[in-house]
């Protein structure tokens, strides 16, 4: 059974980093592309982040390029998202998620829980 | 940037009844679309992918048909479970969702 648990998420103050990780178990971790997908409170969903199996690729949606970097370690079956400068706006759930890159983009599968993220001074 | 818009965004159904969702992109996504769904509190489910195949372990009362711009889901006869909230997701290019119909009890 495909597990994901995020952890690392809490209250950090506006320009102030973070790093969440999702630690992956019950499928070949290092064969799988995995993505981050977060939402705002109340809100919808918006794709943030993938990295391919071997972690050789790695892709971030425009709101957060340049912030936030997605690495992961294929020997502890668990990925990261180290987010720096931080804004209110990336106040949200973020969640992990197995990727698939069957159109050359990313489609997400099984997802974890998520770990919240409050951005506020 | 694919815009997907949801119709409507709360539909009251009975349960036992019918419940038919819609989707529109605003320019064609072939048949890379996803459904998920969301109950209060947890994650995102996978339902349907590629529009109209159920992924694992998905019960045959839930459908998708469409492609290019328009596409649906389908739930034949609302069980008590099926109450959430319902996303389309294009893949077609960079992953953009629609902002949700929530499915209620009538």
């Known amino acids: 059974e495909v597990q994901l648990l995020e952890s690392g998420g809490g209250l950090v103050q506006p320009g102030g980093s973070l790093r969440l990780s999702c630690a992956a178990s019950?499928?070949?971790?290092?064969?799988?592309?995995m993505s981050w997908v977060r939402q705002a409170p109340g809100k919808g969903l918006e794709w943030v982040s993938a990295i391919s199996g071997s972690g050789g690729s790695t892709y971030y949606a425009d709101s957060v390029k340049g912030r936030f970097t997605i690495s992961r370690d294929n020997s502890k079956n668990t990925l990261y998202l180290q987010m720096n400068s931080l804004r209110a706006e990336d106040t949200a759930v973020y969640y992990c998620?197995?990727?698939?890159?069957?159109?050359?983009?990313?489609?997400?599968?099984?997802w974890g829980q998520g770990t919240l993220v409050t951005v506020s001074s | 940037e694919i815009v997907m818009t949801q119709s409507p965004a709360t539909l009251s159904v009975s349960p036992g009844e019918r419940a038919t969702l819609s989707c529109r992109a605003s320019?064609?996504?072939?048949?890379?679309l996803a459904w998920y769904q969301q109950k209060p509190g947890q994650a995102p489910r996978l339902l349907i992918y590629?529009?109209?195949t159920r992924a694992t372990g998905i019960p045959a009362r839930f459908s998708g048909s469409g492609s290019g711009t328009e596409f649906t889901l389908t739930i034949s006869s609302l069980q008590s479970e099926d109450f959430a909230v319902y996303y389309c997701?294009?893949?077609?290019?960079?992953?953009?969702f629609g902002q949700g119909t929530k499915v209620e009890i009538k």
């Open positions: 320019q064609s996504v072939s048949s890379n």
């Open positions: 590629g529009a109209s």
């Open positions: 998620a197995t990727t698939s890159f069957l159109t050359g983009y990313p489609s997400t599968d099984y």
């Open positions: 997701q294009q893949y077609n290019n960079w992953p953009t």
């Open positions: 019950g499928f070949t971790f290092s064969s799988y592309a």
